[in-house]
């Protein structure tokens, strides 16, 4: 049974940081990432990490999130720094195997 399980969501600051992390079983994906959802917007793209360590950031996270890959390429996490009041969404934790499978998501609140 191919299973995502998320970690590490919560609230901090504007300005602070959060790490996530998430872990797979079952199978071990070509492809891991991020996407989050925040209320009344769609699912979006933060970032994602092939098994060879390949990245891909969306514009709005650049040079604030860093997305690595476990040495057992079962694992997946996301380094968040210079977190924003935008950045407030469900995170979900993502692999690519033939077909998109999700994690049941985490709550990441960024707010004063």
């Known amino acids: 049974q191919v299973q995502l399980v998320e970690s590490g969501g919560g609230l901090v600051q504007p300005g602070g940081s959060l790490r996530l992390s998430c872990v797979a079983s079952?199978?071990?994906?070509?492809?891991m990432g991020w996407y989050r959802q925040a209320p009344g917007k769609q699912r979006e793209l933060v970032a994602t990490?092939?098994?060879?360590?390949?990245?891909n950031y969306a514009d709005s996270v650049k040079g604030r999130f860093t997305i690595s890959r476990g040495n057992a390429k079962n694992t997946v996490s996301l380094q968040m720094n210079s977190l924003k009041p935008e950045d407030t969404a469900v995170y979900y934790c993502?692999?690519?195997?033939?077909?998109?499978?999700w994690g049941q998501g985490t709550q990441v609140t960024v707010s004063s």
């Open positions: 990490i092939t098994i060879g360590g390949s990245t």
């Open positions: 993502y692999g690519d195997l033939v077909r998109p499978y």
């Open positions: 079952g199978t071990i994906f070509t492809i």
